[in-house]
């Protein structure tokens, strides 16, 4: 099984108060994550990071990651540090991926790709860095701007406070559940394709 998730932030006291979370301090935060990823991920599992998992003490870093389960895989982020013995406990540490999950292509960046490989052919293009922020209602402003061209953007926010990850990895399938896209199937007389607002479920 693949899951995917972004923005853990292990550590950090300051990203308490900044996504709301809902812990009293980072211990708790720290366990409850580590929880929640080892009662879903197996050894057998993969896991894709899309960013800023740790925060600054690589010591504590290292005492974690040991204990979460599964192939871990690290799309770096702007808060990541993998040049001490952190690195050795990834599998891969890119700044950007492509991979076939099942049938699909997913495009995977800490930071939100507007305009994507195969955007028109069904990928998906995953991404954190903007946490539940003004800036995370500005892409999903952008994509909704996108589907109202008959652009079919499939942009899905993997940060771990969003409310559909609750701080646990997620699967595609999950991501795209609790992320429709309107049913594009009307046609422009320029060949450009319409959404079909009966069948947008999102808001906005």
């Not at 003490?57 to 990651?65: H, M, R």
Request: aromatic share 12%.
């Amino acid at each position: 099984m693949i899951y995917y998730i972004a923005d853990m932030h292990f550590g950090h006291k300051n990203v308490l108060r900044f996504d709301n979370r809902p812990f009293a301090d980072t211990d708790l935060m720290d366990e409850a994550l580590i929880h929640n990823w080892n009662e879903r991920v197996t050894d057998e599992d993969t896991v894709y990071v899309l960013g800023d998992a740790f925060w600054k003490n690589e010591e504590n870093s290292v005492k974690i990651i040991r204990r979460l389960n599964g192939h871990k895989h690290l799309i770096r982020g702007n808060h990541d540090r993998v040049h001490g013995q952190l690195r050795f406990h990834w599998e891969s540490i890119e700044q950007y991926v492509e991979i076939n999950d099942g049938n699909t292509l997913v495009i995977m960046s800490h930071y939100p790709i507007m305009f994507y490989k195969n955007q028109h052919y069904g990928s998906v293009m995953l991404y954190g860095h903007v946490h539940n922020t003004r800036e995370w209602q500005l892409v999903e402003k952008w994509k909704h701007e996108q589907w109202n061209m008959g652009i079919p953007s499939r942009l899905i926010n993997i940060g771990c406070m969003m409310d559909y990850m609750g701080y646990t990895p997620r699967t595609l399938e999950e991501l795209l559940k609790e992320n429709p896209m309107p049913v594009f199937d009307r046609i422009r007389k320029d060949g450009t394709p319409i959404a079909n607002p009966s069948e947008d479920t999102c808001n906005g």
